[in-house]
């Protein structure tokens, strides 16, 4: 489940890519139409993690103005990340016995202070 041949398959119906029939997805619950991955992990599989976030300025114009997931929605504190655009983290790994083993030599860094030290020491 890493490559070409099983990322952004939605040409495909991402439903028979990345699930089976014990983790298929209720597409009409909220957030679950954009799961990509579902599937029960195995050991030997080797996937990509990438947690992201993405501020969508249209989207987030469009939802304020329908009430869409006002419940759940600060859109007073989106509007200060309408310029921001997003950001995404990939880490490749293996599943093992135990749990999971990172692929590569050195780790992305993930906290804001060791972002910032990262890209002080590599500008």
């Not at 249209?58 to 869409?68: E, K, N, P, V």
């Not at 906290?111 to 500008?123: G, I, L, S, T, W």
Request: with cysteine; glycine share 10%; aromatic share 12%.
């Amino acid at each position: 489940m890493m490559g070409m041949d099983v990322h952004d398959m939605e040409g495909l119906d991402q439903i028979y890519v990345g699930f089976d029939e014990e983790t298929r997805p209720r597409l009409d619950q909220f957030g679950t139409n954009a799961l990509r991955m579902g599937r029960r992990l195995q050991k030997g599989f080797v996937v990509t993690d990438e947690p992201g976030i993405y501020f969508i300025p249209a989207l987030i114009d469009d939802w304020r103005r329908s009430g869409h997931c006002a419940e759940w929605l600060n859109f007073d504190l989106l509007e200060t990340y309408k310029d921001f655009g997003g950001i995404r983290i990939e880490d490749d790994i293996l599943i093992t016995d135990d749990g999971c083993r990172f692929l590569g030599k050195d780790r992305i860094p993930y906290y804001a202070d060791d972002v910032e030290a990262f890209m002080a020491q590599n500008q």
